[in-house]
């Protein structure tokens, strides 16, 4: 059972274009909500999310978090080609000593040009 | 500013031999996770050690053990390689208890022909 779903799982916009991932979870001891993105190779971290309301921003990105209703999107305006990428999100179960992340399966994005 | 390191980044092995991953934390951070993304899948957790000592424990096949040094690396050891163990294998680390950043390494590639 999926503890972490994201939508869509494939989105292809043109560049100047306005994306918003979403992620819904379901986590018993949720501590945080993590946005990486992902280009053949090992994630980058964007943002962590911890508590609900706070908007993160950085640059054409940002991310906000909705703990009563469990999910959390990630915008980014003026897309590029370089934004191209799958969007992993990821949240942390507080329930082990370390809090294991749980991923969902990502969303690809597509940017052409 | 130093990243986490990964190798080696591309390992090609024959069924039924045996691989070892490192992976170098970033300095000062004490925890490690091990993670395991198939092709078209997202990350699986393996394993995770904190201050030497195996802390958590996910997915991770009984054919495969890893351990934590003193310098806080750690090697995740894959002996009996089959097919489906061909992933990107990628560790992460983080300072302490969780609520911190995790970061990523580049991963290592390791196909098993």
């Known amino acids: 059972e999926d503890k972490v779903v994201q939508s869509p799982l494939s989105l292809v916009v043109h560049e100047g274009d306005t994306v918003t991932l979403n992620c819904s979870y379901e986590v018993t001891n949720f501590r945080s909500l993590l946005w990486y993105k992902q280009e053949k190779k090992a994630p980058t971290f964007l943002f962590m999310l911890?508590?609900?309301?706070i908007e993160k921003k950085s640059g054409r990105l940002s991310s906000i978090l909705d703990k009563k209703e469990l999910f959390s999107i990630l915008n980014i305006t003026a897309t590029q080609t370089g934004d191209s990428a799958v969007y992993l999100c990821?949240?942390?179960?507080?329930?082990?000593?370390?809090?294991?992340?749980?991923f969902g399966r990502g969303t690809q994005l597509t940017v052409w040009p | 500013a130093a990243g986490v390191i990964q190798s080696p980044r591309h390992l090609i092995k024959e069924k039924r031999e045996t691989a070892t991953l490192k992976c170098y934390p970033i300095p000062r951070h004490d925890t490690v996770y091990w993670y395991q993304q198939g092709p078209g899948q997202d990350p699986q957790f393996l394993i995770s050690f904190y201050e030497k000592m195996q802390s958590d424990k996910g997915s991770i096949p009984d054919r495969f053990s890893a351990q934590q040094f003193s310098d806080y690396h750690s090697e995740l050891n894959m002996s009996s390689l089959e097919l489906g163990d061909s992933a990107l294998y990628f560790c992460a680390s983080a300072t302490g208890y969780s609520g911190n950043t995790i970061y990523f390494g580049e991963g290592s590639w390791l196909t098993v022909v």
């Open positions: 911890t508590s609900s309301g």
């Open positions: 990821a949240v942390e179960d507080r329930g082990s000593t370390l809090g294991r992340l749980y």
